[in-house]
């Protein structure tokens, strides 16, 4: 009796499986870090784009979900919450007229 590793096969499937929750695992990592450490979670967003651009099938909708869902996390922390940080302070003169 012998065992063929066919693409049907369990192994493969559990090699799928396995392959997806990495993935997602990374995905979630990725949107963490996009809303607390900013420039990690924008090269996490690059890395996501250029994985999906290497691979195929539903691996690459995985990577590009979650590289358009952290891409869009970093333009809205960009367009909202970094120009809240900066505040508007008016001195006084150091010369008095």
Known sequence: ??????PTGSRY???LFVTRVLIVAQGAIT???CFLVFPLGAALVIA???MAIATR??????FAGFAIA????CILLALFLLPASYTIHVEEPAVKL
């Open 31 to 33: 949107l963490f870090a």
């Open 48 to 50: 996501n784009g250029a």
């Open 1 to 6: 009796m012998t065992t063929t590793n066919s």
């Open 57 to 62: 099938g539903r691996n690459r909708k995985l």
């Open 70 to 73: 952290g891409g869009v996390v």
């Open 13 to 15: 499937e559990a090699y």
